[in-house]
């Protein structure tokens, strides 16, 4: 395969749900041994925690199913549009801040919901801000990201043209 595949997932701080996704995609993609077909990143729509490392609750409960995130928190801009192929907002409020960065129909057609690829739900729920919610709400959104994530794997390998030889050259 000549290009990787751009994923990019966008929450409002990229502390919690974003990097959580990251994680959670990343760690799929690696399992699957895939991790060369693949750029994965994540940013958040407000500049509030650029530079930091994600949420320490967030590192936890990710840590705890063999995840590490290493991950320094950013803002999403409209270069991103540019450089991925896929851009995956975590709730309807970043969805529709990010489509308001859109040029053009193709910049926007890049733009999903998240719970769109998520097995236990019908439509595109957000995924919760467990900010204030404490442990539980990180493991629930852990349980989330990591379920979209395979429904998105699933979708990414369907949709784009990632033949056999792809596969067998990574396992080399």
């Known amino acids: 395969m000549s290009e990787k595949i751009k994923v990019v997932f966008v929450c409002l701080g990229n ?20 991790e060369d077909l693949f750029e994965i990143d994540s940013a958040g729509t407000a500049e509030y925690h650029v530079g930091e490392p994600p949420h320490e609750t967030t590192t936890q409960v990710a840590r705890e199913r063999g995840i590490i995130l290493k991950h320094l928190c950013r803002q999403f801009q409209y270069a ?13 409020s970043n ?10 129909e193709a910049q926007k057609k890049k733009v999903m919901k998240f719970r769109r690829f998520d097995s236990k739900v019908n ?20 349980d989330i990201v990591e379920r979209a994530s395979e429904g998105f794997l699933e ?3 369907q949709n784009h043209s990632i033949s056999k030889q792809d596969f067998e050259e990574n396992e080399e």
Not at 19 to 33: D, I, N, S
Not at 95 to 104: E, G, Q, T
């Open 15 to 34: 502390i919690c749900r974003s990097p959580a996704a990251e994680g959670a995609f990343k760690h799929l993609v690696q399992k699957r041994g895939l």
């Open 80 to 92: 991103d549009f540019l450089k991925f192929d896929h851009i995956i907002a975590m709730d309807n």
């Open 95 to 104: 969805y529709k801040n990010i489509l308001s960065m859109a040029r053009d």
């Open 123 to 142: 439509g595109e729920p957000d995924v919760p801000d467990p900010y204030y919610d404490g442990i539980a709400g990180f493991e629930h959104v852990q």
């Open 155 to 157: 979708w990414i390998l």
